[in-house]
């Protein structure tokens, strides 16, 4: 196919595309407006199946199927960046070699380590009841590991942060998403319908039904899927080398 051809589907498909989103724009409420129907239906849903947090409402209950695509696409990223970044043939690994870190970054890296680690696991377990949820705070829990990069080595980083492990746990929190839909079936019901588990009292960790567990699923799946993609790209940066250089590069405290 020359490229000339190659447009014309870009084209085409483009030119639908904005068909479409200008349709949609133009049945838009007026900005600035009082009529929110939109709005107004999430909340009631929300109200409704006692989660507190309507947006959590929406990613885990309304448009749940959605957002298993958009773990799917999270998947399917950190996959295609381990294949791609995997050691080749022509490639050999160096030991990071450590040096010195100045007091002060070690002391605030290893201070905030924790603090930022709970912090994450805690966005992740109130998901359904404030700001936040798996999404956010699986990117905050996984970064927080990588303070142990900056306040020590890529040595005592390597030691808690086992990729294997991480890589396992990205594939069970995926199924475990999976499962819980596929329980709604078994249920009677539809997949990912809210209908599995009680909705609780409200504004209660164990309100809203599957939500928490939706919310937990895709919070430890972000999490591990943050970690081995991280860990993917600083391989190649502190460790893979080329056979052919004909040198051993020395890195900066493993960096």
């Not at 201070?111 to 798996?134: D, E, N």
């Not at 996984?142 to 086992?162: I, K, N």
């Not at 460790?239 to 590069?249: C, F, L, S, V, Y």
């Amino acid at each position: 196919m020359t490229p000339r051809a190659r447009l014309w589907p870009v084209f085409l498909g483009g030119g639908g595309l904005a068909a479409l989103l200008v349709a949609a724009c133009l049945r838009l409420p007026v900005f600035g407006g009082t009529s929110h129907p939109y709005g107004d239906r999430a909340v009631h849903a929300a109200l409704a199946r006692r989660t507190a947090n309507t947006i959590a409402s929406v990613n885990f209950d309304q448009r749940a199927y959605d957002t298993m695509g958009e773990m799917a696409i999270l998947f399917a990223a950190v996959l295609g960046c381990a294949v791609l970044l995997r050691q080749a043939r022509d490639e050999h690994r160096d030991p990071p070699r450590p040096s010195e870190v100045a007091a002060p970054v070690r002391r605030y890296a290893l201070a905030v380590l924790p603090v930022a680690l709970v912090t994450g696991l805690y966005v992740i377990a109130h998901g359904q009841l404030s700001p936040g949820g798996g999404f956010q705070g699986g990117v905050v829990a996984a970064t927080a590991l990588h303070l142990m990069y900056l306040g020590a080595d890529y040595a005592a980083l390597e030691r808690v942060r086992p990729v294997d492990a991480y890589e396992i746990g990205d594939a069970l929190s995926a199924c475990a998403y999976l499962v819980l839909g596929f329980a709604g079936l078994l249920a009677g019901s539809a997949f990912l319908a809210n209908t599995l588990l009680p909705y609780g009292t409200f504004n209660t960790l164990s309100s809203g039904g599957i939500v928490p567990l939706l919310n937990a699923a895709i919070g430890m799946e972000v999490a591990c899927a943050v970690v081995v993609l991280l860990a993917r790209f600083l391989d190649q940066a502190v460790e893979i080398a080329e056979e052919n250089d004909g040198t051993h590069r020395e890195e900066d405290n493993g960096k």
